[in-house]
């Protein structure tokens, strides 16, 4: 304690709290619990392995063997049914090539700049682009 606090009448008592161990860096392993149950006397009949096991577990069975169907499943379902077939079918004649040429022919496999409007602009570059040669191979002055 610094000699100002030494001379402060409300500084008296300090050395007490102090000597208080810190009780958010206390490392040390607090005192166990007594176990409310004494020992079982018929463990060793009811573990397969009493030597190597320590807590029994317990499982409740509800009636039902059905495990939750994943998320994958459930879209291989829509995408095979028959809507499903006409909708995922209209996807390759929609998106997925813009995003192949773009990717793949023009090189825009990640952004170059960092930023959402330096990317929004990257992005609109690159579509635009995409547009014109569009607009060029198929024909725009014909």
């Known amino acids: 304690m610094c000699s100002t606090k030494k001379r402060d009448e409300r500084f008296v008592d300090q050395d007490q709290h102090?000597?208080?161990p810190d009780s958010f860096w206390d490392k040390s392993t607090?005192?166990?619990?007594?176990?409310?149950f004494g020992p079982c006397p018929v463990r060793d009949q009811c573990l397969r392995h009493p030597d190597r096991t320590a807590v029994r577990q317990v499982v409740f069975f509800n009636g039902t063997l059905h495990k939750p169907e994943s998320f994958t499943d459930k879209m291989k379902r829509r995408i095979d049914a028959p809507e499903g077939?006409?909708?995922?079918?209209?996807?390759?004649?929609?998106?997925?090539?813009v995003f192949g040429n773009l990717r793949y022919n023009k090189?825009?496999?990640r952004?170059?700049?960092r930023g959402k409007k330096?990317?929004?602009?990257q992005w609109k570059l690159f579509c635009?682009?995409?547009n014109i040669e569009k607009l060029a191979h198929h024909g725009y002055e014909q």
Do not use: Q, S
């Open 18 to 20: 102090n000597a208080k």
């Open 30 to 36: 607090p005192a166990k619990k007594e176990a409310l």
């Open 85 to 97: 077939r006409i909708r995922y079918g209209r996807r390759f004649a929609t998106v997925e090539p």
């Open 107 to 109: 090189g825009l496999d």
């Open 111 to 113: 952004f170059t700049l």
């Open 118 to 121: 330096k990317v929004d602009g």
């Open 128 to 130: 635009l682009i995409h």
